[in-house]
């Protein structure tokens, strides 16, 4: 599904820069590249030994029009998860798409669907429209004080599992596969890994180094920021996930307080730099 990226070409960029970082023209020179990783293989699990001798047959949704697999956290987290990609993982994904169809719909007698952003679940995404969202069922226990106050307090129940987004709408379901891959199993295939590697710290005309991992989209973006003000920029190329950005500062910047501002086109990211002499 993605495109094979070359480096990218040196780019010069002139801004007028704001106080604390001077009102001289600057250029930093970079490169860009979209890493080659290298393939994931799954430890000794119980996933990932699953994946190997239960995939018979074709699953009803067929693998060939999801785009990406990935873990969502309840928030706020630092991670993102390695995804599994369309065309690359095939086999995976086919394996995540059959335990759907393998699964015990349940009346639902007792259980909760988890409130969006709360529970751990996972996010088989055919097109931004189109997601499987797959999260552990709770139950649910609600008491009154002498105050008159209510507190409920949530629990995810084994081997029970909320499914949403499949043309057969939501429903709860019973499936110890799809309940361990949701809880722990994801990591055998799609280790949690932080979405970006900056330095906190940059001498004025010195090299640098910024790096992402987990990105699902086609490039990403990564400025110097100055307050509102953008004193830099570069496009960056992602390929299977992770991208890299070489650069070096311009000796003509000031020592001051900036912020590196990574968009990966799904999330924002800002994180200060302090420029230094």
Known sequence: MKHRY???????ACLWLLSGCSQSTASIHTSS??????????????????AKTQVSGAPAMPSSGV?????SWPIPSQYVSSPLIGGRDNQRIDQLLQWIDQAKRVDGKGLSSPLDGRSMAVNIEFSRKRIIVIRPAWTCDSNKDSQGNTTTSCKPVDNRVWIEGTADGPYFAESGQLYSFVSKGYLDWMPNVKPYEAPSQVAVG?????????????HVTVALMKGDSTLWAQTVPV???????????SDQLPAGDCEWKIDTGITTFGVGVKLVA
């Open 206 to 218: 010195a090299p640098f180094t910024i790096l992402g991992r987990g990105a699902r989209t086609e």
């Open 33 to 50: 590249s979209a890493v080659s990783p290298s393939a994931v293989q799954p430890s000794a699990g119980q996933v990932a030994q699953t």
């Open 6 to 12: 070359k480096w990218g070409i040196v780019i010069l």
């Open 67 to 71: 785009q990406w697999v990935y873990m």
């Open 239 to 249: 390929k299977e996930g992770e991208w890299r950005l070489e650069g070096q500062m």
